[in-house]
């Protein structure tokens, strides 16, 4: 039996106490629900794996209440610092070198001497943090392989009966996972676009450079961050991309002007707007997937600003299973 909490001050007490007592509690974030875990605890940590269904142990993200918080479990440098005054609470995930005094499972970072982490921008998931009193790991709230989950339906759907509760939000404001830069070296590289534009971090530290890309990645099979995994977002039909023509044996995902033609649509924004397409992303590809046509068709997104973040997605849900 999973409970479905409210978030109000009892629901909030509840879901602290069940995250020390070692249960598994998802909860939102302005990016997507994730799945928390005490991250001191080893066994808690390797529940979120079972219950995913996770076929490796990938490096989850810590979760703070604050900035001083986080950097008692990782070495800031500079622009770390900088990055957390401009963007923290926010959609922003920092890797950094873990302190030797840090009382995080080696199992949460997949016993790399880096750590990621973050301070989500939801009021929620704040005072839930700060009642935990202690780092919480979360992935986003699905199964393995599926489409993270934006609202406590979606993780419902995919985890009853699999965890202890979902403390309900609403839905996540922003829709995609946020962006993960890798701060240890001396130049900032990007692991993962997401609900923070490069346009916005190049504005505090100035370009960013690109990690290495999915197809080099699967390629080289050399994962330096393993959210990059091919195929990652992957909704059960196949996914076709800049589709600028639709049969009526396919369902649209339209961004702007639909094309005429589909057996079914979600509009991602009517207008054009990449903040709410981002937004209702994976609630689009759920109500696709769910239509029983024969695959999804998606229509082209520009690649710029959360269009990045948007593309990457979609280009997993595209990628050849494997
Ligand atoms: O928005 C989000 O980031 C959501 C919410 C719940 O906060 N969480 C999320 O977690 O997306 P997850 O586990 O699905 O993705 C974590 C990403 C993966 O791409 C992982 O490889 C990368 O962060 N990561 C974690 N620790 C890392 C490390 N030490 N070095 C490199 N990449 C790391
Ligand atoms: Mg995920």
């Not at 001050?9 to 997507?32: C, D, K, Q, Y």
């Not at 070495?75 to 963007?87: I, T």
């Not at 996540?172 to 346009?199: A, F, I, K, Q, Y």
């Not at 370009?207 to 080099?216: K, L, Y």
């Amino acid at each position: 039996m999973t409970l479905r909490l409210q978030a109000d001050a009892a629901g909030i007490a509840r879901a602290a106490a069940l995250l020390r007592a070692g249960e598994l509690v998802a909860f939102g974030t302005e990016t997507v629900y994730g799945l928390g875990a005490d991250a001191t605890n080893d066994r808690a940590v390797a529940a979120i794996f079972a219950a995913k269904g996770r076929p490796h142990f990938n490096p989850l993200i810590c979760h703070y209440p604050e900035a001083e918080a986080a950097f008692a479990d990782v070495v800031p440098n500079d622009a770390a610092r900088a990055l957390a005054a401009a963007f923290w609470p926010g959609p922003l995930t920092l890797v950094l070198p873990r302190r030797v005094t840090s009382s995080v499972a080696l199992l949460a970072g997949a016993g790399l001497d880096s750590l990621a982490v973050r301070i989500p921008a939801d009021d929620t998931a704040l005072d839930l943090l700060r009642q935990t009193a202690r780092p919480v790991a979360a992935p986003s709230a699905n199964r393995s392989g599926q489409v993270s989950p934006t609202t406590a339906e979606h993780v419902l759907a995919g985890l009853a009966g699999r965890i202890a509760a979902v403390l309900d939000s609403g839905p996540c404001p922003v829709g995609v996972e946020s962006t993960v830069l890798d701060v240890t070296g001396p130049r900032p590289v990007l692991l993962r676009p997401g609900g923070l534009t490069c346009e916005a971090l190049a504005a505090v530290i100035g370009p960013i450079v690109r990690g290495i890309s999915p197809a080099q990645a699967e390629a080289s099979r050399t994962l330096r961050s393993p959210g990059l995994l091919v195929s990652h977002y992957a909704p059960a039909l196949p996914v076709r991309l800049n589709a600028t023509e639709v049969a009526a044996s396919e369902a649209l995902l339209a961004f702007g002007a639909p094309l005429e033609g589909a057996g079914a649509l979600f509009q991602l924004s009517a207008s054009g707007d990449l903040a709410e397409a981002a937004a209702n992303l994976f609630a689009g590809l759920r109500a696709l997937d769910a239509s029983g046509l024969a695959a999804i068709a998606v229509m082209p997104i520009p690649d710029i600003g959360l269009g990045l973040a948007i593309n990457d997605r979609l280009q997993r849900a595209a990628a050849p299973r494997v």
